[in-house]
């Protein structure tokens, strides 16, 4: 049967020598690939020859009022004006991140290190995300809620021992023309942390979907009119 490969992410610099025939297996597989980093595309096409088209993330076909319809208010409470921190990697910025805290008189909501709010579901999240005066990041997904929903977004480089997934977001970058590297935490001034000009992004997030759109209609498939619509 046809089988589509939409937007999936590699997460990995490289396919581990070993497995890359196990992986040509799974590619032949499909009739049409597609990823959502610069070089997954690059490496798959180098090591098989294999076209696969770069896309957005599906969680970017719809803007952020359809998203916020999701949304629901943690149980556990949130305070008025809060500093949202969602780190995957190591907690590297402890000292920065009170700095930012202090600086906005802002309390911190720390999704994954304090047990309050580490057990949140995704509606929850999202109502987090969108309800935070900054949000504060090394989370891809977390970075694009926080685009999606207008907030001031400082990104956090990962500090892990993991695969290197620095890809997504330099194709990420390149899709909404968002500096990472000016908002980073490393680099951003005080002054500039409630800046969130997302214009520009939008604008050219609404050609990136017709280019899904597009990519859907040739095989044959459809997705709901909000997202067609851009």
Not at 63 to 71: A, F, I, L, M
Not at 132 to 150: E, M, N, P
Request: proline content about 5%; overall charge negative.
């Amino acid at each position: 049967e046809k089988r589509i490969a939409f937007s999936p992410s590699l997460a990995a610099p490289t396919i581990p020598e070993e497995k890359r025939e196990l992986f040509h297996g799974y590619f032949d597989g499909f009739d049409r690939l597609s990823v959502r980093e610069q070089k997954s595309a690059e490496l798959i096409n180098s090591l098989y020859g294999l076209k696969a088209e770069v896309l957005i993330d599906p969680t970017l076909m719809f803007d952020g009022s359809w998203w916020e319809r999701y949304e629901k208010e943690p149980h556990c409470g949130l305070p008025n004006d809060y500093v949202l921190t969602y780190f995957l990697g190591s907690a590297a910025y402890e000292e920065r991140v009170a700095e930012i805290c202090d600086s906005l008189s802002c309390k911190r909501v720390d999704l994954l290190g304090d047990a309050r709010y580490y057990a949140l579901g995704p509606s929850e999240f999202l109502y987090a995300v969108r309800h935070a005066k900054l949000v504060a990041t090394d989370s891809y997904h977390g970075s694009i809620f926080s685009i999606l929903f207008g907030k001031p977004l400082i990104y956090c480089p990962r500090e892990s021992t993991g695969p290197d997934m620095s890809s997504r977001f330099d194709t990420l970058a390149s899709e909404l023309g968002v500096s990472f590297v000016e908002r980073s935490i490393l680099s951003v001034c005080n002054s500039e942390l409630l800046e969130s000009d997302y214009s520009k992004a939008y604008d050219r997030l609404a050609a990136q979907r017709k280019i899904v759109v597009e990519f859907l209609d040739r095989c044959g498939l459809s997705i709901p009119s909000e997202a067609a619509r851009g």
